[in-house]
């Protein structure tokens, strides 16, 4: 039980059934028709055993004072010390119709054991049964038992956390009472009305962590009150060769809200890919420098940092801006000189990998960071960060969409800006979902654009387990390719065990235009910006989760010419998969594209990455209850600001039952 989370009684109280059989139609046995769903109180006349091989079956007649039939168990021969002739007991089952020996029977129904002249209350059959999942070798019925037992003896004890003034608003009922009614309703109505309640309170709790963390991330100092220079941002804006659109132009307000104020800021900046997030970032940091502070801008990869670099000067330095790139290969001289310029205040906009908030970087007056690709920045480095410069503003930038209800969990401490708008003109990428039969054609589909002088992506699956072997069918697929398929063509190779180095001399050479086709694992994933590459084929489509399909769809039509993305679905995949694949082809929308992910993998699996910070919620679902989490949300954020440090009773109350209730779970939401 503890594998399954479940240490203590209150665990095990919150192990809620996971559905509900209505046994509570009761009949006599002389009315029995087939096909009804119902509960006899009856004696066991005779019972029997039947073997053959490891199989056995349990085969009782049971009566009442109408008529009598056969119930028969499939693998429970034990149950022969259980239903002795002459027991009664209570059974609950679908009336069948038994062809040879032509007479009704109950296939493995429920059933309870009566004393003679006891009335005990029913918990197996006979009324609204609650549904277990089995836990390890303990059957439902096991846990069903030990929830009734636990219920009987400790109901009473229950303390409910949730405040009256919310319990009132919402209209929620009482934590004993919704505890007995989710675990033995009288009825299904009131066990939806007590789960509910249940689910709210998990995600209340929650919601109070994540305010409180909210409140600590913004603390610890107050940050620079930027002023907003009109005048600068004229500048800028005169210098683009595009207009912003209007959600740019939105979401640059609202940083701009939050530089003006002395709170740290703390923004997760959600845009699909190619919406245009570095034009935001560019314009914001320029505020800051133009107020006289640096400001950084950190990637995941020194490929992206590169990028980055080349951007953002681009943008910036035609304003005065000096733009700095501090590189992880930098030595020497090199390298001093970076630092001298960091710490000096020379550079005014310092661009790198995460390792710039490592020792030995020293910044004049860093007052404004922006992270991209935040899924691994963690809450350590945001602390790291703030060391650096006392509190700077932090911006935080990511290309995946996340569907509302995880935004308001895992990210749920961050305030969050969406980019929901493409920039005009952007063509969606040809997208098509082809199998084995179908390679040929793609081949030769290839072989023309290459020829049109444009450049394609092979990407591999790679994944963790069998890394090795995927390794070497990439490896394989690539010496393939290049010496037959396309030997008339460079073909390149690049995957995650090679040197950081000698996988930037590949990306180098194919966005110089030197390799014409690129076999890749995922390593192309995020950020990297080639405008020539037309095509992304992707082996093994039915491997990757949809948004990391639609991240890599992302890596082509980023310039002028039309692009096309060819998802090879491998020879094992089922129906299913090739029906949730077909979601890429039918739409380029990432959030619904997110949100269709989400469903189908849950949100584990969404979010990828093991410290993805997600508590793991016994009640709630984080799919279904999404207007429960808005709700708690709202309500406990307006009870932090009555009882901040949670110290009145009530806040006392909250305190315990989420010391109790998140003790050890990974409720610790970690960027990253
Ligand atoms: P992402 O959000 O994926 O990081 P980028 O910032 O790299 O997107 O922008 C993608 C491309 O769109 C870039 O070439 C950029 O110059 C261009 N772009 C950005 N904003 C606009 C706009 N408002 N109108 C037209 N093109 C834009
Ligand atoms: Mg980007």
Same mark, same amino acid.
């Given at each position: 039980?503890?594998?399954?989370?479940?240490?203590?009684?209150?665990?095990?109280?919150?192990?809620?059934?996971?559905?509900?059989?209505?046994?509570?139609?009761?009949?006599?046995?002389?009315?029995?028709?087939?096909?009804?769903?119902?509960?006899?109180?009856?004696?066991?006349?005779?019972?029997?055993?039947?073997?053959?091989?490891?199989?056995?079956?349990?085969?009782?007649?049971?009566?009442?004072?109408?008529?009598?039939?056969?119930?028969?168990?499939?693998?429970?021969?034990?149950?022969?010390?259980?239903?002795?002739?002459?027991?009664?007991?209570?059974?609950?089952?679908?009336?069948?119709?038994?062809?040879?020996?032509?007479?009704?029977?109950?296939?493995?129904?429920?059933?309870?054991?009566?004393?003679?002249?006891?009335?005990?209350?029913?918990?197996?059959?006979?009324?609204?049964?609650?549904?277990?999942?089995?836990?390890?070798?303990?059957?439902?019925?096991?846990?069903?038992?030990?929830?009734?037992?636990?219920?009987?003896?400790?109901?009473?004890?229950?303390?409910?956390?949730?405040?009256?003034?919310?319990?009132?608003?919402?209209?929620?009922?009482?934590?004993?009472?919704?505890?007995?009614?989710?675990?033995?309703?009288?009825?299904?109505?009131?066990?939806?009305?007590?789960?509910?309640?249940?689910?709210?309170?998990?995600?209340?709790?929650?919601?109070?962590?994540?305010?409180?963390?909210?409140?600590?991330?913004?603390?610890?100092?107050?940050?620079?009150?930027?002023?907003?220079?009109?005048?600068?941002?004229?500048?800028?804006?005169?210098?683009?060769?595009?207009?912003?659109?209007?959600?740019?132009?939105?979401?640059?307000?609202?940083?701009?809200?939050?530089?003006?104020?002395?709170?740290?800021?703390?923004?997760?900046?959600?845009?699909?890919?190619?919406?245009?997030?570095?034009?935001?970032?560019?314009?914001?940091?320029?505020?800051?420098?133009?107020?006289?502070?640096?400001?950084?801008?950190?990637?995941?990869?020194?490929?992206?940092?590169?990028?980055?670099?080349?951007?953002?000067?681009? %943008?910036?330095?035609?304003?005065? !801006?000096?733009?700095?790139?501090? =590189?992880?290969?930098?030595?020497? #001289?090199? &390298? $001093? @000189? +970076?630092?001298?310029?960091?710490?000096?205040?020379?550079?005014?906009?310092?661009?790198?990998?995460?390792?710039?908030?490592?020792?030995?970087?020293?910044?004049?007056?860093?007052?404004?960071?922006?992270?991209?690709?935040?899924?691994?920045?963690?809450?350590?480095?945001?602390?790291?960060?703030?060391?650096?410069?006392?509190?700077?503003?932090?911006?935080?930038?990511?290309?995946?969409?996340?569907?509302?209800?995880?935004?308001?969990?895992?990210?749920?401490? %961050?305030?969050?800006?969406?980019? !929901?708008?493409?920039?005009?003109? =952007?063509?969606?990428?040809?997208? #098509?979902? &082809? $199998? @084995? +039969?179908?390679?040929?054609?793609?081949?030769?589909?290839?072989?023309?654009?290459?020829?049109?002088?444009?450049?394609?992506?092979?990407?591999?699956?790679?994944?963790?387990?069998?890394?090795?072997?995927?390794?070497?069918?990439?490896?394989?697929?690539?010496?393939?390719?290049?010496?037959?398929?396309?030997?008339?063509?460079?073909?390149?190779?690049?995957?995650?065990?090679?040197?950081?180095?000698?996988?930037?001399?590949?990306?180098?050479?194919?966005?110089?235009?030197?390799?014409?086709?690129?076999?890749?694992?995922?390593?192309?994933?995020?950020?990297?910006?080639?405008?020539?590459?037309?095509?992304?084929?992707?082996?093994?489509?039915?491997?990757?989760?949809?948004?990391?399909?639609?991240?890599?769809?992302?890596?082509?039509?980023?310039?002028?010419?039309?692009?096309?993305?060819?998802?090879?679905?491998?020879?094992?995949?089922?129906?299913?998969?090739?029906?949730?694949?077909?979601?890429?082809?039918?739409?380029?929308?990432?959030?619904?594209?997110?949100?269709?992910?989400?469903?189908?993998?849950?949100?584990?699996?969404?979010?990828?990455?093991?410290?993805?910070?997600?508590?793991?919620?016994?009640?709630?679902?984080?799919?279904?209850?999404?207007?429960?989490?808005?709700?708690?949300?709202?309500?406990?954020?307006?009870?932090?600001?009555?009882?901040?440090?949670?110290?009145?009773?009530?806040?006392?109350?909250?305190?315990?039952?989420?010391?109790?209730?998140?003790?050890?779970?990974?409720?610790?939401?970690?960027?990253?």
């Amino acid at each position: 039980m503890a594998k399954a989370g479940v240490e203590t009684i209150d665990d095990l109280l919150y192990y809620v059934p996971r559905d509900y059989t209505d046994w509570s139609r009761m009949s006599e046995v002389g009315a029995l028709r087939v096909g009804d769903r119902v509960t006899v109180v009856v004696r066991v006349v005779s019972c029997d055993v039947t073997r053959w091989g490891r199989r056995a079956s349990f085969v009782a007649a049971l009566e009442d004072d109408t008529g009598a039939f056969f119930a028969r168990w499939y693998n429970q021969p034990y149950l022969s010390t259980v239903l002795k002739q002459g027991t009664r007991a209570v059974v609950s089952g679908e009336v069948r119709f038994d062809r040879h020996a032509r007479r009704i029977e109950f296939i493995n129904p429920a059933f309870e054991v009566m004393r003679e002249d006891e009335v005990a209350e029913l918990v197996h059959a006979g009324r609204i049964v609650p549904e277990y999942s089995q836990i390890g070798e303990l059957s439902g019925r096991r846990i069903r038992r030990m929830l009734k037992n636990a219920l009987d003896r400790f109901l009473d004890d229950l303390i409910d956390p949730l405040p009256a003034g919310v319990r009132k608003r919402r209209s929620l009922v009482g934590l004993r009472r919704a505890m007995a009614d989710v675990h033995f309703p009288s009825s299904l109505d009131r066990a939806r009305v007590a789960r509910a309640r249940l689910a709210y309170e998990e995600f209340f709790l929650f919601q109070i962590i994540v305010g409180l963390r909210k409140r600590e991330a913004s603390s610890g100092g107050a940050s620079v009150r930027f002023t907003w220079i009109e005048e600068e941002h004229a500048r800028l804006k005169g210098l683009l060769p595009f207009e912003l659109t209007r959600a740019q132009a939105r979401v640059i307000e609202e940083i701009r809200g939050d530089m003006a104020e002395e709170r740290a800021m703390h923004r997760l900046l959600q845009g699909d890919v190619g919406s245009g997030k570095t034009v935001v970032a560019a314009a914001v940091m320029h505020q800051a420098v133009a107020n006289g502070y640096q400001a950084a801008i950190m990637a995941p990869t020194e490929i992206l940092a590169e990028q980055h670099f080349v951007n953002v000067t681009e %943008l910036l330095a035609p304003l005065g !801006d000096r733009v700095v790139l501090l =590189r992880g290969g930098m030595r020497g #001289a090199e &390298r $001093d @000189e +970076a630092l001298r310029m960091i710490e000096s205040g020379e550079a005014d906009v310092i661009v790198g990998t995460h390792a710039l908030i490592q020792e030995g970087v020293r910044f004049k007056n860093l007052a404004f960071a922006v992270v991209d690709e935040q899924h691994r920045f963690g809450v350590v480095q945001r602390a790291a960060l703030r060391e650096k410069g006392g509190s700077p503003d932090i911006l935080v930038m990511t290309a995946t969409p996340i569907p509302r209800t995880l935004a308001l969990t895992v990210y749920g401490d %961050l305030d969050v800006s969406v980019l !929901d708008e493409l920039p005009p003109g =952007r063509t969606p990428v040809v997208t #098509a979902v &082809r $199998d @084995e +039969a179908g390679r040929k054609k793609v081949y030769e589909f290839l072989l023309k654009e290459i020829a049109d002088g444009r450049q394609v992506f092979i990407v591999y699956p790679l994944v963790e387990e069998s890394e090795k072997m995927e390794l070497a069918a990439a490896t394989k697929m690539f010496e393939e390719l290049r010496d037959r398929s396309f030997k008339d063509a460079t073909v390149g190779l690049i995957h995650g065990r090679m040197k950081p180095e000698d996988k930037d001399r590949v990306m180098e050479r194919f966005k110089a235009g030197e390799i014409d086709l690129l076999v890749s694992t995922t390593v192309v994933e995020v950020g990297v910006d080639v405008p020539n590459a037309t095509v992304m084929v992707i082996e093994h489509a039915e491997r990757f989760g949809l948004a990391q399909l639609h991240q890599l769809r992302g890596r082509v039509g980023r310039g002028g010419h039309r692009s096309y993305c060819v998802l090879m679905v491998g020879r094992g995949a089922s129906d299913e998969a090739r029906e949730r694949i077909q979601v890429l082809a039918d739409t380029s929308d990432g959030f619904v594209i997110a949100e269709r992910d989400l469903e189908i993998r849950g949100p584990g699996e969404f979010l990828g990455v093991r410290q993805h910070g997600l508590p793991r919620f016994s009640v709630a679902n984080l799919l279904r209850d999404t207007r429960l989490l808005t709700e708690a949300r709202e309500d406990a954020f307006a009870f932090l600001s009555t009882d901040p440090e949670l110290a009145t009773s009530e806040g006392r109350l909250v305190a315990e039952a989420i010391a109790t209730r998140f003790r050890d779970r990974e409720t610790f939401i970690d960027v990253g």
